[in-house]
């Protein structure tokens, strides 16, 4: 049953839900590209390139920056995405109770 009234969240919550999306897909992205270069560093030193101690050091410390904005960010996607969920909950109650009424 649809409700008697317009929606004016409707458009904001899935905006949101393409955001978070999108978002989650570049972290992805960023992961993968993180394990190619752990990858490509690996692969590197087995076929006898050499790479410089600082120059495999500081890779390294790049992956572990890149590893933790990935772990950050996707701290935050779950907790939008959480939030999202509560909004979800409070409009199906609001509308389950008659919030027709109040406006």
């Known amino acids: 049953m649809t409700s008697p009234y317009a929606r004016p969240d409707r458009s904001a919550l899935d905006d949101l839900e393409r955001l978070l999306a999108a978002a989650e897909e570049e972290l992805v992205a960023w992961r993968t590209r993180c394990l190619k270069a752990e990858q490509d560093l690996t692969h590197g030193r087995g076929k006898g390139a050499q790479v410089s101690g600082p ?20 701290q935050r996607i779950a907790a939008a995405k959480e939030q999202v969920e509560r ?12 919030a027709g009424d109040a406006a």
Do not use: C, K, S, Y
């Open 55 to 74: 120059d495999r050091e500081q890779a390294r410390q790049r992956i572990g920056i890149l590893e933790g904005e990935n772990l950050v960010l996707r």
């Open 87 to 98: 909004l979800r909950t409070r409009l199906r109650f609001v509308e389950a109770h008659g």
